[in-house]
Each structure stands twice: as C-alpha cells, then as structure tokens.
C-alpha cells in the first residue's frame, strides 16, 4: 500500500492547484462555476425524490437518512467533472494567495470568490426552473422540496450561521483530502462521504441552501426572496468562518510548523 502523503505535500498539491484557479480566464471561472450550479441541483433534486419514494414505507427518519445518501452523488458530480462549488476556493486559491504575499494575490482571489458564487447560484436557478415544471419530477417530489426549504427558512439567524460553519468547515476539509487522494475511486468516495453528511446534518452551504430556498419561493407559499437573501448571507459568512479559519489557516499552520522544524 503506497504511503499516504504528509501535510506539507498536501499543501504544496493545494497551492498548485490554487495557482491554477487564480490564474483561469473569466470565461473558465463562468463556465466552471455555472457548471457547478447546474450539477448540485441533481443533488437537491435526488434528495426530495428518495425522501418522497421512502416516507410512506419507512417514516420520515429513514426517509432523511435515505434522501441524504442521494444527495451525495451531487457533490461526486461536482467534483468529478472538475465543476467549482463555492467554498471549494476556500483551500488551494487561499493556500497560493498566502504563498504568493502579494495584493494582486488577493485581489484575483476576491474576484474569483464572487465569479463562481454568482454563477453556481445562477447556473443552478435555470436547473431548479426546469426542475420546477410541474409533471418534471415523480408525484410528490415538488411537496417535498417546499417542505425541506421550509424547515430551512425557519431556523434562527444563530443556527443558520452555526450550520454555516460547519458546512464550511466540511467542505474545506474536503478539498483538503482530496489532495491526499491519488486516485479516482478515492475521490468519488470522499465526495460521496462528505456530500452525505453535508445533507444528513442538514449543514447549511451557502450554494445548496439558497438553492433549496429558492424551490420553497417557486413551489410553495412559506418561502419569500427575502429568506434566501437571508440565508445567503449568514450561511455564506459562516461557510467563510468555518472554512478558512478553522480550516485553511490551522492546516498552513500546521504546514508552517512542521517546515520549521525539519530547518531547525
């Protein structure tokens, strides 16, 4: 069994690869991040439907369970197909903005952070509208949207910021592992992983959630504009927390004292 990588090389892989977002064209950051949108809500849209299929036989909590593990094979897509979900920029693009202690650095990245968030919510706004036909999905599957962005929409401020963190924080630590990984089977696995516990939380990502919220606006009478704006913006402040702090920056903390120590 090959010897899995050490922080340090984890981290140089990220920086490579943060080199590579920082420096894609607008048109790549468009496409990719519009992709990215388009992608995640098979994810959404296969939750509703296995919760949907499952709750008449086996109850609400094993419907969760189930629609959780459907929503995995959304994140698999994201990643596979090398779309950009939002916080997927948190890791590699920040680890090179570090390396490279420059203005210019953070200036891409800043613009780079906004390119992909717009378009992941737009590229997934045109699929959820397709999605939203009625007769488009199984019976039933329409209520069962309206319903999870209605639990959504009514949670506190605090706990949408909290759930926040820890989506951030899981998606961050995502991108992490899979500079560990070698493999395409390896990262299929991860994704998969993470994309199930993201949904089995629920942990609110600023991407899936707004996109949830914004099927409750079009498919039932609970959810205003005024909720995904909401939710926009305490989930995306508390994805940034958890993400780059308890994240991004520990991990080159980590990195900067193990290189310490071998030049000691």
Avoid: C
Wanted: charged content about 15%.
């Amino acid at each position: 069994m090959a010897k899995p990588p050490d922080p340090p090389e984890i981290y140089h892989r990220a920086q490579e690869e943060g080199e590579r977002r920082l420096a894609m064209t607008p048109l790549e950051k468009t496409s990719t991040g519009f992709i990215a949108g388009i992608t995640i809500v098979f994810g959404i849209v296969a939750l509703a439907m296995a919760s949907e299929l499952a709750e008449p036989r086996l109850g609400s909590a094993l419907a969760q369970l189930i629609g959780a593990l459907a929503f995995g094979i959304g994140v698999v897509f994201v990643v596979v197909g090398r779309s950009e979900l939002f916080t997927e920029n948190f890791f590699g693009p920040v680890a090179a903005a570090l390396g490279r202690q420059r203005r210019s650095a953070w200036v891409r990245l800043g613009r780079l952070w906004v390119v992909v968030l717009v378009l992941n919510l737009l590229g997934g706004a045109v699929m959820a509208a397709v999605f939203s036909v009625e007769g488009t999905l199984p019976a039933g599957a329409h209520h069962t949207l309206a319903e999870v962005a209605h639990e959504i929409a009514t949670k506190s401020g605090l706990a949408t910021f909290t759930r926040g963190i820890a989506a951030g924080t899981l998606l961050t630590l995502l991108s992490y592992l899979l500079h560990a990984a070698d493999s395409t089977g390896s990262r299929i696995v991860l994704a998969y992983v993470v994309g199930f516990f993201l949904a089995l939380g629920p942990f609110d990502h600023v991407v899936v959630s707004g996109l949830h919220l914004l099927f409750g606006v079009w498919l039932g009478d609970t959810v205003t504009y005024a909720d995904v704006g909401f939710n926009l913006l305490l989930a995306g402040a508390g994805n940034l927390a958890g993400g780059l702090l308890l994240m991004t920056l520990t991990h080159t903390a980590q990195v900067k004292g193990a290189r310490g120590k071998r030049s000691g």
